[in-house]
């Protein structure tokens, strides 16, 4: 695109339209000046982009973030140094409503705006939360090291601000205290104390400059290793949201909440940001653009939208939050939700307008037709209320794509139809519209690439009002079928050197399924998972899961699953007499087989180690030690598939003292 | 024959000068306060004889003081970056040496929004900006708004939620200042950002300008091939220096002459 086009974007009011100035004309400009001037909206000093420019994302093919995320809780907090000090539980419960945010946040409408931001995410994908999975929140111990533990010149004043280098030295320390394999479906979230000043660069600092930010570093072994610098927003000079409500009446904690939910979102759609060129996911790609190279918080950055009585702007399962819009590219705005998720295959629409813009009120609109010719879908680019999209402005949209019928399937896409709708004024000429290219991607259910199809000229098509529909051909495309739905599972579970007793009641949850009873508990009352009791029994006639035991179970599942590029989790729970001590439980061996409707099995996991004196893959023990370890689920990879939330050390698989 | 030994020039320009009078003792140097250094102007001057009756002379053109020189009366204002120099003359006695003092007048963001105002004209936003430290009410807000969209710091930290203040009291630095210009130049048609190979290639022994984000070593990388900034002798682009009025003046100055508007370009 060269600069020279760009030179409209400056110029706001230069219009391809016709515009008779007449007296009626004036009168009403004034009148819609005059109401701007009353009502119109306000933008932060960070520029919230203006949608009628190039403000939407784009896709730059790295990867996304891939469901499901554990977020890891840094709180670095030496003596001396608060979180807030308003209260005598500030600190901790500081730490509590950012876990329970990340938490909260899973499977939620606001989350759901990332479904718009696709890419590829693991082989499969849980069902209706498109490539998003759950979102596990591990907050892990208070780190009270000092600053100055990396560097004597960096204790956290203006004058000596902690290094970028610092916080990632603080992310490996964890790391390894902690055993946990980072990678692109883990990120670090580190926070220090109020008035603790750090820079990311020379110049590039708290005291002038951000308000947190997200960037990611490698691990000797080439892992990646992401992480999101969260100071402590409250004491920052222009970090608030400006208008100081308080949801969960602790102001510190909310406030510091809308920046962090900008970091996390952008972390998830571009999370290799700052590494090469070519790991870059979703930004906005024109160097001259308001907001480049703006991510999907940039362009809403600290924006809250309508706020309730309460102070909160979303309520997230049942909790209320005050957090940050985020832009969405099919609503020309900033967004609190996105409805409904993409749960099937999809498609990309890049579209960049020529020299002649297409207007507020006008509307775009495309139809996908099979390879014979009948369209068997419309979907709308642009509706008349959204912004108009001025002259060589990108846009990005990224509909739900639905398999031509009648099946059978796979088919092939066809032609794609563009078509211009003008909605003429009566004081305006008919609209025309410049199409400088237009880019299309088909995405497979879990994001991965079907096929691209990229096509521009000067211009590549003009629609006006005698011509209003242009046609272009696409390569032959075909979506996949839906992923497999497994109406069942069978769990398979060996038992180290260390039982699990009888009174102990045994859980397995996975994503989207209420928990599932391995193991009930003879020493509690039933509880909605586990029909505990005296004499309650496992399916194989089991209480007490000794030493070695192997038990093989099968569960029906509530509703069909795709459970591949999910998770599950195994949690133990403690009914103690009054006369033991906690129990803990070494898991040697785990397998899951789902099962489809048509009876075909699919390996889901498959993790063990050899017994070998104490060793195991992972050791529950009673609360306040880990009592639950979570794993993915990945018929393509099921013996090499993650641990999710290792928080328990030495690194399982490996030695489990007892 | 010989011919005479001509004296030297500057003696020659000392016998000619008015202060070279028949005198005795020599008058003590006057004193300039404050001392040299950077201020946000404009500062005000003071100079102080230390000989009562003395006259004081100054000069503030780098030009050599002389009792031909402007009196000083009273304490003034330096409003840009100044040379101050000084003489003090008793009756009967010798003029005193001269006092120099040089002051650099800071350059601060505020400052840089209305210079660039002024040059280019900016449009304002389509909607108005809030920034937490410049109400509407200030002066400058005008200036800051218009300026805002091509003051992007996400061109250095893309990853960073961007705080709210404009830091209007905050000098401009080096890098700031480059990213506007770009910004402002390229969407007026009048440069052409280097792509990202051909900015690598530029930037290649830049121990600072190789480890930016991809666009900003675009952008750096632009500046440099259109003489906006110059690498430092070791190379660095030295992105926190703060620039000076004189700085970006000269900078302006040049671009006004080499870089003529695109027709139709929006001023």
Known sequence: MSIHSRRSALAANHRSRTFAMSFISRALFMMALLLVLLCGAISAGAQTCDPSSSCDVEDNAGPIMQGPTTVFLIFWLPSGFHFDSSTTNGDTNYQNLMTRFFNDVSASSYLNTLAQYPGTCGSNIPTAQSCLGAIIAKPLPVDTSAYTQFSSSSVGTANQPLQDSDIQSEVQKLVT?????????????????????????????????????????????????????????????????????????????????????????????????????????????????????????????????????????????????????????????????????????????????????????????????????????????????????????????????????????????????????????????????????????????????????????????????QAPTAIFATPPCAPPPSPTAFVSVTINIITGNDNARKDTELWATFSGEPALCLKPSNNADSDGTCNNGGSAKDQNGQQDWGNGNNSTQTFTLATPEALDGGTVSILMIEHNSGFETDDNWDIQGITITGTDSGGNSTVLLNMSVPLNGNNCIARLKGAPNPSSVTYNLSASAPATSNLANPTFGPTPPGSCPQ | MKSPRAWPASLTALFATPVLAVAGCMTPTPRVAPPSGLYTCPETVTITDAKAGAEIFYTTDDSAPTTSSAKYTGPFAVAATDKVRAIALAPGDKVSHIAEVSYTCRFNRGDFAVLMQQRFALPPPKRPTVFPDVPPTDPIYSAVEAVAPFVDPLVLCPGCALNRNFFPNEPITRAIATIALVRILALRGQVQFLSVAQADVLLANSPDGKQLPPLARQYFATAISRRIIALRPDNRIDMAAHDTRFDVTDVLDRLQTELKPSAGAPQ
């Not at chain 1, 820079?199 to 960037?215: E, K, L, N």
């Not at chain 1, 653009?289 to 706020?307: R, W």
């Not at chain 1, 957090?323 to 099919?330: A, E, K």
């Not at chain 1, 519209?433 to 096509?455: A, F, Y």
Request: hydrophobic letters at 30%.
């Open chain 1, 177 to 465: 205290q902690n055993g946990i394999t980072p990678g692109i479906n883990t990120e670090f979230f580190v926070f220090t104390g109020a008035g603790v000043q750090e820079c990311i660069s020379a110049g590039v600092c708290t005291t002038d400059f951000f308000c947190a930010y997200h960037s990611n570093a490698a691990t000797a072994a080439g892992n990646s290793v992401l992480y999101a610098y969260m100071p402590q927003v409250n004491s920052i000079s222009g970090c608030g949201t400006g208008n100081g409500h308080s949801p969960n009446n602790q102001t510190a904690a909310d406030q510091e909440i809308p920046v962090m939910s900008h970091e996390f979102f952008e972390s998830m759609s571009d999370p290799l940001i700052g590494g090469s060129a070519n790991n870059t996911a979703w930004i906005s790609n024109d160097p001259t653009s308001q907001s480049a190279p703006g991510e999907i918080g940039d362009n809403c950055d600290l924006e809250t939208g309508s706020v309730q009585s309460n102070g909160s702007n979303v309520t997230l399962n049942g909790n209320p939050y005050l957090v940050q819009t985020i832009w969405s590219n099919d609503d020309d705005a900033c967004v609190l939700s996105f409805t409904p998720p993409i749960p099937g295959p999809s498609i990309e629409y890049t579209i960049v307008t020529g020299g002649d813009d297409l207007r507020g009120d006008s509307s775009a609109a495309s139809a996908l037709e099979s390879p014979a010719g009948s369209v068997f879908q419309n979907v709308t680019l642009k509706t008349q209320s959204q912004a108009g999209w001025d002259n060589n402005s990108t846009h990005v949209r990224v509909f739900q794509l639905n398999q031509p019928q009648p099946p059978p399937t796979p088919s092939a896409l066809g032609n794609v139809a563009v078509t211009l709708t003008s909605h003429d004024s009566g004081l305006e000429t008919p609209d025309n519209w410049n199409m400088q290219s237009l880019g299309m991607k088909l995405r497979n259910p879990n994001g991965s690439i079907i096929c691209t199809s990229s096509s521009s000229g000067n211009p590549l098509a003009r629609l006006t009002q």
